[in-house]
């Protein structure tokens, strides 16, 4: 929804109650359907080498002239287009729709419209009222948007991690749990030609992983292995475990509990590594907002919930892991990697 309010439309919207604020989100909403649909039917892309005009655009796009006139009005209308003399234009609101964006513009898009009906419920019995990944599973192009969303976000975090946050020395065996798309495992084996990688995950996850594990040429050494981790986890004597956005899918006894069974498949001096969303962390406004909605989501679609280092230290120092140690990422201040070894 991106509405530049004058500041007198500022006042009345949002300080005065003479306008309902409400609304703006109603507009929001309905303008991120918008930019959906703009997404689906290419015509970000086909306005990416500068701009056209009505008839040009129903043609190349195969759309209807007269309902494109009208979802063009609407996207110009919301931030997303210019209408030019030489035809409609990309703003730089509509840009990052033709990266990565657009595949995460869609995937939310996709889960709101389809999981977040019946909210109330889940927030009024405190059990979740949807199953993300059996959803998600049957949905094999929202799996592929979310696979492509984390992977972007390993793509960009994996490379820092691997160099920031060292294992212990010689280290020879990672497990990888929840470690599906496997780019943290791989970032981690590719400097250590000692270390092999393990990654468990639901063979919905793990799809990602071969192709990935293959490119990279890593057949031989990061292993994937299709698994439940909130059953038995029988692997034993690793030098560090990594559960990377992982306990956030998880309500607290079923995420303090992984946490140390993860803690069980270290050998004595190996690390755990947890990364997370931080909700502590203030961020600008549109993460203040963005986090704690993420945080209604997990609860909603996965009875998950963002925890604080504080928890994670404490549940880490339960199951037996000690001196914390905490590691901010440049690419990403808003999460936080929590180390710890195993006594
Ligand atoms: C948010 S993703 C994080 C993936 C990866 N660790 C990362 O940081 O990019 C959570 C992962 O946990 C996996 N997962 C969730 N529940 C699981 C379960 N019960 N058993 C195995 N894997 C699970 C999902 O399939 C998904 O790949």
Redesign the pocket.
């Known amino acids: 929804m991106p509405l530049h309010l004058t500041p007198e439309d500022a006042r009345r919207y949002l300080e005065s109650g003479e306008a309902p604020g409400p609304h703006l989100d109603v507009i929001g909403a309905m303008s991120a359907h918008a930019a959906a649909a703009g997404v689906r039917l290419g015509l970000f892309e086909a306005l990416a080498d500068g701009p056209r005009d009505l008839p040009e655009l129903a043609a190349g796009l195969g759309a209807d002239r007269e309902g494109l006139r009208v979802l063009l009005g609407a996207l110009a209308a919301t931030g997303y287009l210019t209408s030019e003399p030489g035809g409609y234009a990309l703003t730089a609101v509509s840009r990052p729709l033709l990266g990565g964006y657009g595949n995460t513009l869609l995937f939310w898009q996709e889960v709101l419209a389809g999981l977040w009906g019946g909210l109330e419920e889940s927030v009024r019995s405190g059990r979740r009222g949807a199953d993300f990944?059996t959803w998600m599973a049957g949905r094999p192009e929202v799996l592929a948007r979310?696979?492509r969303l984390?992977?972007d976000?390993?793509g960009w975090l994996a490379e820092e991690i691997a160099a920031v946050v060292p294992l212990p020395d010689g280290a020879s065996r990672l497990l990888?749990?929840?470690?599906?798309?496997a780019?943290?495992s791989i970032a981690y084996c590719r400097d250590r030609p000692d270390l092999r990688a393990t990654v468990?995950?639901?063979p919905?996850?793990?799809e990602a992983g071969r192709s990935a594990v293959e490119s990279a040429g890593m057949s031989g050494r990061v292993t994937l292995l299709a698994?439940?981790?909130?059953?038995d986890l029988p692997y034993r004597d690793q030098d560090a475990v990594?559960?990377?956005?992982?306990l956030?899918?998880?309500g607290e006894e079923r995420a303090s509990a992984l946490l140390r069974a993860a803690a069980r498949t270290l050998r004595p001096g190996g690390v755990a590594l947890v990364?997370d969303r931080d909700p502590g962390h203030p961020g600008d406004a549109a993460a203040r907002a963005f986090t704690p909605l993420f945080e209604l989501n997990l609860h909603h679609t996965?009875g998950g919930r963002l925890y604080s280092p504080e928890t994670v230290t404490r549940w880490l120092a339960e199951a037996g892991c000690h001196e914390p140690r905490e590691y901010v990422l440049t690419r990403s201040p808003a999460h936080l990697l929590t180390v710890a070894t195993r006594a």
């Open positions: 990944y979310f696979q984390l992977q976000q390993a990888d749990l929840g470690g599906g798309h780019r943290y468990v995950d639901l919905s996850g793990l698994g439940d981790i909130l059953g990594l559960l990377f956005n992982l956030h899918g998880f990364l996965q």
